[in-house]
């Protein structure tokens, strides 16, 4: 009993003795420098929004620009939401976003497994087409969906902002990588038992890219909130716009309001902000996971 007491104090006494810290090297120093003056350098226009949306609208073209308003003050945000515009853009928004990441998933995820499991005729010529859908242009199909939404009288509806938006030729590329990259016995075993092709992709498919589809989805949601150029080109009446048409309005209708644009263009930001606050982890495994990068 006396020598493993006195072997538990040893070994106590061996863990508990610290180890010399090592000194960083000079690169990961400057490495860490640079990332550090990046960083300030992303937040600078941030912090001057949320410190012009503070300060009194006679402030915020003072001249000299001072960083440090005379009295903080929140009337922007008061005058934003009391204005009503900003909760019917907000709830155009979500429900443009939402649409468009469900819709999408769930094309993009189908088109993906059966280009990646479906052996067809002219498969890879018809995944070389959707593909070199990536190298074009949005701004080229601008005249032509607005033609065929005119033809279907969406125009300046909110099914008009969404189905236009649901061709992404590039989550279909990300979503096949991984499902290439899945293990064929899975299937095999699920076909044995006599699943249906539909019946694997739902039950086997589906919860093994779960992290790359949350990927695919949050990408698709940012993407489909910050767009601008095909919202604003079909809606023109302000109970169908989404924010970023709504900022351009308030800022060409009733002139430059620096204090309630710049609140306005905040409280429009922040659901994205905690989007990937909550969800940041996902993103990266996710990404990791399709082998994308940069």
């Known amino acids: 009993m006396a020598l493993a007491a006195q072997d538990t104090r040893v070994s106590r006494a061996?863990?508990?003795?610290?180890?010399?810290?090592r000194m960083p090297s000079p690169g990961r120093v400057l490495a860490t420098g640079v990332a550090m003056f990046l960083?300030?350098?992303w937040l600078l226009p941030l912090l001057w929004a949320l410190d012009t949306s503070l300060k009194p609208e006679a402030e915020t073209t003072a001249i000299p620009l001072r960083w440090i308003p005379s009295d903080f003050t929140g009337d922007a945000y008061g005058k934003v939401l009391e204005a009503g515009d900003l909760i019917v853009w907000f709830v155009n928004s979500t429900i443009v976003s939402v649409s468009v990441t469900l819709l999408t998933l769930l094309l993009c995820s189908l088109a993906a497994f059966g280009f990646s499991r479906t052996r067809f005729r002219g498969r890879d010529l018809t995944f070389a087409l959707v593909l070199a859908g990536i190298m074009v242009p949005p701004q080229v199909l601008i005249i032509p969906l607005f033609s065929e939404m005119q033809s279907l009288h969406l125009v300046d509806t909110l099914p008009g902002i969404i189905l236009p938006q649901l061709v992404a030729p590039a989550m279909v590329f990300?979503?096949?990588k991984f499902y290439d990259a899945m293990p064929v016995e899975l299937e095999e075993a699920a076909r044995v038992d006599g699943a249906s092709r539909l019946r694997i992709w739902w039950n086997i498919a589906v919860p093994l890219s779960r992290n790359a589809l949350l990927a695919v989805a949050i990408f698709t949601f940012i993407h489909a909130w910050n767009n601008f150029l095909w919202p604003f080109v079909v809606t023109t009446d302000p109970d169908n716009m989404t924010i970023p048409v709504g900022l351009a309005t308030v800022q060409s209708s009733y002139g430059v309001i620096y204090?309630?644009?710049?609140a306005l263009a905040l409280l429009g930001g922040l659901p994205l902000l905690v989007v990937f606050v909550l969800f940041q982890r996902q993103v990266v495994r996710g990404v990791a996971q399709t082998g994308l990068k940069g």
């Open 174 to 176: 990300i979503l096949k």
């Open 39 to 41: 960083a300030a350098i």
């Open 14 to 21: 061996a863990g508990g003795a610290r180890r010399p810290r």
């Open 259 to 262: 204090a309630q644009l710049m």
